[in-house]
C-alpha cells in the first residue's frame, strides 16, 4: 500500500480498485445499529485544514471515528498558525505528538507534497490550492460505480472551471486510471494550457456543452465563483449559466440512465438549477455519504489496516 | 606589490605558456615572483556579472556585499554588477556610492552598482539616474529589475534620458497584468501542478515593445534574464534591423527545466521561471549564436524561511555565482573563447567597464581567473561562500573548478580558496 495520498496520480488501478471495494464495505457499516470499527484504536488522526471548508472536515472527522481513531482538528484559524508559524514548524509539531497521519486542507498547492518532507506519518491531501482533491475523486468514482455498475468505458463530462478546480484534476487522473473517458467542457478561458497532455492523453475538451451531453453517462458540474467574472473569465454570471449551466431542458439531452453529479458546495441557479440538483438523476447527497466511506477507505488503507 | 609567475598556464585553451604578472598587470618578466603552478590549468579573462543581487543594503542575513563578493571571486569574477532592489532602493547617489564603497573595502571584485530606474522601484517616477551616474559609483546601468518598467511611456523617457551620459536601461521583461499571481512556467507542467503560469508572451511582449521603443528613440536597451524561445526570435529579428539592444541568459534557463517544480520545492522557483527543454534548446543555440550577447547569473541569495515553506509563499531566485561557469561549460563545452566572449568580454564593454574583459596580453590589467577543466565537483550547499544556501544544483556533479582568480594582480582567490 502506498504511504500518501497527495495526488490521484498516486493511485494505479489495482490500489484504487483496492480503496474503492474497501469503501464498500465501509459503506455496509453505516447501515449497521453501531457505526465502528476497532481497527484505528489508538491511532492519532489530524485534520489540519488551512481553509474553511465544514463539510470535507466533518467528513474526515467522521471517518476516522467510525474507525475508533483519536481525532485531532487543528484549524488554521485562531492557532498559532494564524500567528505566522510556518508549515514546517507546524509540521514538526504534529510529528512531536505522535500524528499517524496528517489530513491537510491548504490554499497552496503542492502543500501536502511539503508536508510528507518534514512528518514521519502518512499524508492525506484534503484539497490544495488548485491542484488536487484525490479523496473528492475516489467518492466520485465509487459513486459511479454504485449508480452505473462500472467505471471502465464510462464517458464523463467534466463541466465549468476546470482551470481552478482541483476536483477536476484528480477526477480526470482517476478515472482514467479506471477506465472511463473523460470530456472537459467549458468556456476556454477556463480550461488549462495543455490539459490533455498534463493529465491524460485521451482527455477531450469540448466548448459547446449541449453536443456533449447525448454521449454522456455522467455530467459532473463545476462549482464556479462568481469572482471569476470579474478577472474577465466569462462576461456575466447570467451568460456563463446560459451556455453552461444545467438546467432540465440540456438534462433531458442526455440519456436516460445518465447521473448528475456536483461536489458541493452549488451555486443553485448558477452552474446547476435547483430542479436539476434535486432531480433522480442527481447524486449529490449521495456523494456526501458516500464520502465518509471513501474516506474511511483511504485511512484505513494507508494506516495499514487489512482489507 | 607581488610579483606572480603563472607557470604552464593556458590561455584560452592554448599551448601552456608562462604568464607574469607584475604591479597588477601582465608582464613579459618579473624578478623573484611567487610561483604558481598552472599546469592543466586554462586562464581566462575575469568574468563580469552584469546581474547579482548582494541584498546589502536591507537583507543582510541573506547577503552582504562582502560575502557576495566572495561568492563571486570564487566563482571566477572579478566585477559584478549589484542590482537596485535592496532596502533601501539604490535610487539615489547615496545608496548607490555606499555600495560601490562596501566593495571596494570588500575588495574581492569590482562592485559595480546599477540604479534604479524609477523611484523605489514603483514604476511611477524617474529617478535620479543623473546624479547616481555622476556619483563616485558612475553607475551606468539602471533596472527596476524584479519589476518592469511597464509603463510604456515612462520605459520610452528612461531610454531617451540615458543617453546623456551613455547609460542604458536593463529590462526585467514581464508584463505585469499577465502574471498576476503566477508562480512558474505556464504549460502542461503548471496545468498538472495547478500552479498559476507565467506565460512566455509575457515575457516576449515587453521584448517586442522595448525594442521598438529603443529604435524610436535610438538608445541602448539591454533584456535580462532571457527565458523564452520566443524572446530569442524577437531578439534576432531588432538585431537583424540594427536596433542597439543586447540580452542575457541565466546559468539555470540554459541547464534547468520547468519539470523540476513537480517536487513543489521552491528552491526551483525563479523569475522568470524555468521553461520547457525546448526553450533550453533555443537559448543554448541563441548564446552560441550571439543573438545572446552574455551569461549572467542573477544570482539571488534568500533566507531559508524564505524558501523552506509553500511554493506560492516562497520568494523567487537562485544563487548562482559560483556554479556559473562550470554550468556554462557543462553547456558549452571547452570552448574557451566563446566563453571569455559570453562572460567577461561583453558583458565589460555592454557595461562600459574599463580594465575588465580585456584579453590577457601584456600590460593589460592583470583580471583574470585559473580553471582546472579536468576536475568534477558535486555541488555541495554547505560549502557554498554565498550567506545563502539556495542553489537548486544541490548533489548535481558539474565540471571545472576554479582555482584561482586575480583582481588587478592581486590573488583573490588560491587554491581554490578565498584569500580573505
Known amino acids: ?307 | 606589490m607581488t610579483s606572480y609567475l603563472l607557470r604552464g598556464v593556458s590561455l584560452l585553451g592554448a599551448a601552456p605558456t608562462d604568464v607574469h604578472i607584475v604591479d597588477g598587470r601582465i608582464s613579459d618578466r618579473s624578478s623573484d615572483p611567487e610561483i604558481i603552478d598552472a599546469a592543466g590549468l586554462v586562464a581566462l579573462p575575469g568574468l563580469v556579472d552584469l546581474h547579482t543581487h548582494l541584498r546589502e543594503p536591507g537583507r543582510e542575513d541573506a547577503e552582504t556585499v562582502e560575502t557576495g563578493s566572495r561568492s563571486a571571486a570564487l566563482g571566477g569574477y572579478t566585477a559584478v554588477f549589484a542590482m537596485a532592489n535592496t532596502s533601501p532602493v539604490a535610487d539615489t547617489a547615496g545608496v548607490v556610492e555606499q555600495v560601490w564603497r562596501l566593495g571596494r573595502e570588500a575588495g574581492l571584485v569590482d562592485v559595480q552598482p546599477i540604479g534604479a530606474v524609477t523611484v523605489g522601484l514603483a514604476g511611477k517616477q524617474l529617478a535620479e539616474l543623473g546624479a547616481m551616474a555622476s556619483s563616485a559609483a558612475g553607475v551606468r546601468i539602471f533596472s527596476d529589475d524584479g519589476h518592469c518598467v511597464a509603463d510604456p511611456r515612462l520605459m520610452r523617457r528612461a531610454l531617451e534620458y540615458v543617453k546623456a551620459f551613455d547609460g542604458i536601461i536593463a529590462q526585467h521583461a514581464e508584463e505585469p497584468r499577465l502574471t498576476e499571481g503566477a508562480q512558474m512556467h505556464e504549460g502542461e507542467v503548471s496545468t498538472r501542478l495547478g500552479l498559476t503560469g507565467w506565460p512566455a508572451v509575457a515575457e516576449e511582449a515587453i521584448i517586442a515593445r522595448d525594442v521598438l521603443l529603443a529604435e524610436h528613440v535610438g538608445s541602448r536597451l539591454h533584456v535580462c534574464h532571457v527565458s523564452t524561445a520566443g524572446s530569442v526570435e524577437v531578439l534576432r529579428q531588432a538585431k537583424a534591423r540594427g536596433v542597439r539592444v543586447t540580452a542575457e541568459v541565466t546559468p539555470h534557463h540554459l541547464l534547468l527545466t520547468d519539470e523540476l517544480a513537480a517536487s513543489y520545492d521552491p528552491v526551483y522557483k525563479v523569475n522568470p521561471p524555468l521553461r520547457t527543454a525546448s526553450d533550453v534548446q533555443a537559448l543554448r543555440d541563441a548564446l552560441v549564436e550571439g543573438v545572446i550577447d552574455i551569461v549572467a547569473t542573477d544570482h539571488a541569495p534568500h533566507a531559508v524561511e524564505d524558501k523552506e515553506c509553500e511554493w506560492a509563499y516562497a520568494r523567487p531566485g537562485m544563487v548562482g555565482l559560483e556554479t556559473a561557469l562550470p554550468v556554462v561549460l557543462s553547456v558549452l563545452g571547452e570552448r574557451w573563447d566563446l566563453i571569455a566572449e559570453r562572460m567577461s568580454r561583453t558583458p565589460a564593454r555592454i557595461a562600459g567597464l574599463t580594465g575588465h574583459g580585456t584579453d590577457l596580453s601584456v600590460g593589460s590589467p592583470a583580471n583574470l581567473t585559473l580553471v582546472d577543466p579536468s576536475a568534477r565537483r558535486v555541488v555541495d550547499p554547505a560549502e557554498l561562500a554565498s550567506r545563502s544556501r539556495n542553489t537548486p544544483y544541490a548533489g548535481t556533479t558539474l565540471p571545472g573548478r576554479i582555482v584561482a582568480t586575480f583582481l588587478r594582480g592581486e590573488p583573490t582567490v588560491l587554491d581554490g580558496k578565498a584569500v580573505k
Open chain 1, 1 to 307: 500500500m502506498i504511504k500518501h495520498l497527495r495526488s490521484a496520480a498516486d493511485l494505479d488501478a489495482a490500489t484504487a480498485t483496492l480503496i474503492l471495494d474497501t469503501a464498500g464495505e465501509m459503506a455496509a457499516l453505516a447501515g449497521r445499529e453501531v457505526k465502528k470499527l476497532p481497527t484505528l484504536r489508538g491511532r492519532t488522526v489530524v485534520n489540519l485544514f488551512y481553509e474553511d471548508s465544514t463539510r470535507t472536515r466533518i467528513s474526515f472527522e467522521a471517518a476516522a471515528k467510525r474507525l475508533s481513531a483519536d481525532v485531532i482538528n487543528f484549524s488554521a484559524k485562531g492557532s498559532s498558525v494564524s500567528k505566522g508559524e510556518s508549515l514546517k514548524d507546524t509540521a514538526l509539531t504534529l510529528q512531536a505528538m505522535g500524528a499517524d497521519a496528517v489530513v491537510i486542507r491548504h490554499p497552496a498547492s503542492g502543500a501536502p507534497h511539503r508536508l510528507a518532507a518534514w512528518v514521519d506519518g502518512s499524508v492525506v491531501n484534503a484539497g490544495d490550492g488548485t491542484h488536487e482533491h484525490p479523496t473528492q475523486a475516489l467518492l466520485d468514482a465509487y459513486t459511479m460505480r454504485s449508480r452505473l455498475g462500472r467505471l471502465d468505458g464510462l464517458r464523463v463530462a467534466i463541466v465549468g472551471d476546470v482551470l481552478h478546480s482541483r476536483v477536476a484534476r484528480s477526477n480526470v487522473l482517476l478515472l482514467t486510471t479506471l477506465g472511463a473517458e473523460i470530456t472537459l467542457v467549458g468556456p476556454p478561458t477556463l480550461i488549462p494550457v495543455d490539459i490533455a497532455a498534463a493529465l491524460s492523453p485521451k482527455t477531450k475538451v469540448s466548448y459547446d456543452l449541449d453536443s456533449v451531453l447525448p454521449d454522456m453517462d455522467v455530467v459532473m458540474m463545476l462549482r464556479v465563483q462568481t469572482e471569476r467574472m470579474q478577472d474577465s473569465y466569462f462576461p456575466s454570471a447570467r451568460e456563463y449559466s446560459r451556455r453552461y449551466g444545467l438546467d432540465l431542458a440540456r438534462m433531458r439531452k442526455l440519456p436516460e440512465h445518465a447521473i448528475v453529479m456536483h461536489p458541493g458546495p452549488m451555486n443553485r441557479g448558477m452552474e446547476i438549477t435547483p430542479e436539476v440538483a434535486d432531480s433522480s438523476r442527481s447524486t449529490i447527497v449521495e456523494q456526501v455519504a458516500n464520502g465518509v466511506s471513501a474516506r474511511m477507505a483511504v485511512l484505513y488503507l494507508l494506516l495499514g489496516g487489512k482489507a
